[in-house]
């Protein structure tokens, strides 16, 4: 297939790009490259242009490809609320220009990125179906869950099919330790392999549904090669995990003394999110094969090997 990629020198682009470049896939790559200034991918090429400016996309991107992967955003809920424009430029600004750009270049498929956050929190409810009615608290997911809302009435309007993978919280190997504001098991195992204290924004009763990098990639592949259209899928584990347990792995890990301290709280946080996978399963086979102790060693050894590096 041909496939542009939107972001894909960011983290789950580029692990994407690694898996599909072992098939018969060309991939061209658009990213604006702010946060990956000289990061290649041998074997695709890479166009620098800002989804923010439609001008720019047409006169870049000229092509007829297959399909569409679009996983460039503004990907932090606390700098959603510290920049909001940006958020919004990137978030839905981008998508609605990327929509467009499948329309001028009769591209037939949209594959989107998109979150948990949208779904905010349902006390009354214990994992989360695809059909939960979605009440985003953070300005992040207000954006995504908008951007969702513009593919599937665009889809329509231009005959563009679609799919959009609601993406739990994401960890493991190539992950940015240095960003502090998003990813959580990259952020508190940050702060174990960096020294003994871990500041936690909020409850340590919260929770998530963690998935392991390399499940999420299957669920990406099995989209692209599932012939299943117009549909939206939860991308997790169906597994809940509390702050305090994934902080005391992570700790007995490294077997280190680490203080834990609660510091007040993050705006548009959830206290808890669990993935209903039962759709995604039935509909496109996807089973996830990592435990949070498999994943986590995992990390733990990728970090070791490159450390010094």
Same mark, same amino acid.
């Given at each position: 297939?041909?496939?542009?990629?939107?972001?894909?020198?960011?983290?789950?682009?580029?692990?994407?790009?690694?898996?599909?470049?072992?098939?018969?896939?060309?991939?061209?790559?658009?990213?604006?490259?702010?946060?990956?200034?000289?990061?290649?991918?041998?074997?695709?090429?890479?166009?620098?242009?800002?989804?923010?400016?439609?001008?720019?996309?047409?006169?870049?991107?000229?092509?007829?490809?297959?399909?569409?992967?679009?996983?460039?955003?503004?990907?932090?809920?606390?700098?959603?609320?510290?920049?909001?424009?940006?958020?919004?430029?990137?978030?839905?600004?981008?998508?609605?220009?990327?929509?467009?750009?499948?329309?001028?270049?009769?591209?037939?498929?949209?594959?989107?990125?998109?979150? $948990?956050? &949208?779904?905010?929190?349902? #006390? +009354?409810?214990? %994992?989360?179906?695809? !059909?939960?009615?979605? /009440?985003?608290?953070?300005?992040?997911?207000?954006?995504?869950?908008?951007?969702?809302?513009?593919?599937?009435?665009?889809?329509?309007?231009?005959?563009?099919?679609?799919?959009?993978?609601?993406?739990?919280?994401?960890?493991?190997?190539?992950?940015?330790?240095?960003?502090?504001?998003?990813?959580?098991?990259?952020?508190?195992?940050?702060?174990?392999?960096?020294?003994?204290?871990?500041?936690?924004?909020?409850?340590?009763?919260?929770?998530?549904?963690?998935?392991?990098?390399?499940?999420?990639?299957?669920?990406?592949?099995?989209?692209?090669?599932?012939?299943?259209?117009?549909?939206? $899928?939860? &991308?997790?584990?169906?597994? #809940? +995990?509390?702050? %305090?347990?994934?902080? !005391?792995?992570?700790? /007995?890990?490294?077997?280190?003394?680490?203080?834990?301290?609660?510091?007040?709280?993050?705006?548009?946080?959830?206290?808890?999110?669990?993935?209903?996978?039962?759709?995604?399963?039935?509909?496109?086979?996807?089973?996830?094969?990592?435990?949070?102790?498999?994943?986590?060693?995992?990390?733990?050894?990728?970090?070791?090997?490159?450390?010094?590096?």
């Amino acid at each position: 297939m041909n496939i542009l990629i939107t972001g894909g020198l960011g983290y789950i682009g580029s692990k994407l790009i690694e898996r599909l470049l072992k098939k018969d896939n060309e991939i061209d790559i658009i990213d604006n490259q702010s946060t990956n200034t000289s990061k290649k991918i041998a074997g695709c090429k890479i166009i620098i242009a800002d989804i923010t400016n439609f001008d720019d996309l047409k006169k870049k991107v000229n092509k007829n490809y297959d399909l569409v992967l679009h996983l460039a955003a503004q990907s932090s809920g606390p700098k959603s609320f510290e920049d909001p424009e940006l958020d919004v430029n990137v978030n839905i600004l981008g998508t609605i220009n990327i929509i467009q750009l499948c329309n001028l270049n009769n591209i037939p498929k949209l594959i989107f990125a998109s979150t $948990f956050t &949208v779904y905010g929190d349902h #006390k +009354t409810v214990n %994992k989360y179906d695809e !059909n939960l009615e979605c /009440n985003p608290k953070s300005l992040y997911g207000v954006a995504k869950l908008a951007a969702e809302n513009y593919i599937k009435i665009f889809g329509e309007k231009y005959n563009i099919k679609w799919n959009i993978l609601r993406m739990f919280n994401v960890y493991g190997p190539g992950q940015d330790l240095s960003r502090k504001d998003q990813g959580l098991v990259s952020i508190f195992l940050s702060y174990v392999h960096e020294g003994n204290y871990i500041p936690v924004h909020g409850s340590l009763e919260r929770f998530r549904d963690v998935v392991f990098i390399d499940d999420v990639i299957d669920a990406w592949e099995l989209c692209i090669y599932g012939n299943v259209d117009n549909e939206i $899928f939860n &991308v997790g584990t169906g597994e #809940k +995990t509390k702050f %305090k347990d994934l902080i !005391n792995k992570i700790i /007995n890990l490294y077997d280190k003394n680490v203080k834990v301290e609660v510091t007040g709280s993050t705006p548009g946080d959830m206290m808890g999110c669990i993935a209903d996978i039962s759709k995604i399963e039935t509909m496109l086979n996807y089973e996830p094969k990592y435990d949070l102790e498999n994943g986590l060693n995992k990390f733990k050894d990728y970090l070791d090997s490159t450390e010094g590096n």
